[in-house]
């Protein structure tokens, strides 16, 4: 398939967290050629780990159907834990000017906590996309694997750009790890990790246009002469 023309450079400076997706169907074939591609990301001799649920149609509403009827779920239904159990800086920091960002957009004060809520529920209707990508791979990988997932899961996004689509990763829904595994038919012996919606970006959603900050390359790299 002829993957319209944007650089990577390109690719990865557009790349954004999309929050608001229109209803416009994604084709298969487009699908089925950014995994294509993305499975050209390297992994510890080739073992190529990755497994992938695409969610759409009557799948996926069956999937966002079972998580609204359960509310918040127990944390025993987590697939793992994502975040530090207790947050420390500069992390910490990041975390809220992210929140803090998205919320102003969105017209929410720190008091309004049913708007807020009613956002973060927004993870589990995949942000209106037509598509969920739910990523796993066997449970009885380490470490390097959880690495390989995540190049895989970054080319996924970059070349949903490449395709004039956007994405939003989301590990919102690391808590209904007992759902997920029930609804997608998902082994006990696989472990899932997250989702990525994909889909044609809402431009007139005002949380869309939420621009997260990057700390500079001196903050974060160490160079050795």
């Known amino acids: 398939m002829q993957v ?13 967290s999309i929050r608001r997706f229109l209803p416009d169907a994604v084709p298969e074939a ?53 975040y530090p159990d207790d947050w420390f800086e500069p992390y910490l920091s990041r ?36 598509v969920g990508l739910f990523f796993s791979m066997d449970r009885r990988m380490n470490q390097g694997s959880w690495l390989d997932m995540g190049m895989f899961i970054g080319n996924v996004m970059l070349l949903a750009r490449a395709h004039g689509l956007e994405t939003c990763p989301q590990a919102a829904w690391v808590g209904h790890g007992a759902t997920i595994h029930r609804v997608l038919e998902m082994p ?29 390359v001196d903050e974060f790299t160490l160079f050795l002469r």
Request: hydrophobic content about 40%.
């Open 30 to 82: 487009v699908v089925r050629d950014i995994l294509e591609r993305a499975a050209r990301a390297p992994s510890g001799s080739n073992i190529q780990p990755w497994k992938v649920r695409v969610v759409t149609g009557a799948a996926r509403q069956r999937l966002v159907d079972a998580v609204s009827t359960i509310g918040a779920p127990p944390p025993e239904d987590a697939e793992y834990r994502y």
């Open 4 to 16: 319209p023309e944007l650089s990577l450079v390109d690719a990865i400076d557009s790349r954004r």
């Open 188 to 216: 006990d012996d696989e472990i899932f990790l997250c989702a990525v919606c994909l889909g044609v970006e809402d431009v007139g959603a005002p949380e869309n246009t939420l621009r997260t900050d990057r700390a500079p």
């Open 95 to 130: 975390r809220r000017a992210c929140g803090l960002g998205l919320y102003q957009l969105l017209g929410l004060t720190r008091e309004d906590k049913a708007g807020m809520a009613a956002q973060q529920a927004r993870n589990h209707v995949l942000f209106d996309a037509p």
